[in-house]
């Protein structure tokens, strides 16, 4: 008779992450001495910048804002049984959409109904690119994973011809729309702060980020509190099932992409309304594709993905102050790091948790059952 031993939730869920967290950092370190550099100073140097001063720690937060929205939009896929890698596309359609919304409402819409209108065509352009997939695998049998990652290109090819051809200004050699009205513009944190009579350095983390803490709220709520949540989570987990009990699976597969879609789209909100104040290419620079690793880490919960966004915007503006501060040490290095951490998050989890199922036991945490 056979030994087995499981992870309960509360180790899959956080001591799990942990563990290969730690791994990848031990593994990375390797990797550094082997180079020549010292693994205690490059990481002292990445953790004081990501996190020493108010304006990294800023940085790292407004790095966390984008790669909550993307990684909370793998997960609700996930749960709904797809595998989005889609979030590059619709996050660009969503920078889109808020960008259109701010060009043509600019002048005509009142300053305090601006931003919400922008809002929603973020959310509206990430949902449509994430409903087209999801009909193709629905009702003709497309796979999601295939068809996501052509959307992606087709996204940026859209808003590559938008902006040549259509939103440039007359004359101007910049492939970027003309800056957006005053009302259009999400305030940065340092200027709401100000409101408060608090003091804090200028960059480019804004407001974006109370719409990140509340969406996730809002996902748990709706993954684990609600009954079309649940009917989401069922097919997930068995499509069989679920259509045992009357849940139909392709209106699942339909209503997952478009809340994931749409929860991609908010990048435009930080990037586009929050920073930029206008319409231009290469915004998202691969943040639907670090979502991937973010949800993968934070085990597709949002208090996980919030942490694992936290981990990723460390690893962005730390990995930026090490490149400069480290002499020899390469923003290629800083790649490699996030590699490793997605490594062992992803494929290597698979290793890791039967070993540490069983270290747990060891210590008698755990229930040893035979079957």
Sequence with gaps: MKSTVALPRWADLYLLPLVCLLVAMLAASVVVALV??????????LVQGAFGSARGLSYTLYYATTFTFTGLAVAVAFHGGLFNIGGEGQAIMGGLGTGLMALWLGPVVPG??????????AALFGMVWGVVPAYLQAYRGSHIVITTIMFNFIASSVLVYLLVNHL????SMSVESIPFVDAARLPRMHEALAWLGVEWPASPLNLSLVL?????????YYLWHTRSGYRLRAVGSSPGAAAYAGISSKAQIMLSMAVSGALAGLVGMNEIAGVNGRLLLEFVSGAGFTGIAVALMGRNHPVGILLASLLFGALFQGGAEV???VQGFSRDMVVMLQGFIVLFSGA??????PLLARVLAWLGLLEVSHG
Aim: hydrophobic share 60%.
């Design 36 to 45: 020549g550099q010292q693994p205690g100073r490059v990481m002292s140097v």
């Design 112 to 121: 305090w109904l601006l931003l919400p209108c922008m809002l929603l065509g």
């Design 168 to 171: 440039r200004p007359a004359g």
């Design 212 to 220: 990140a803490l509340l969406v996730s709220a809002l996902v748990y």
């Design 323 to 325: 490149a400069f501060e």
């Design 348 to 353: 290597m989890v698979y290793v890791i948790a």
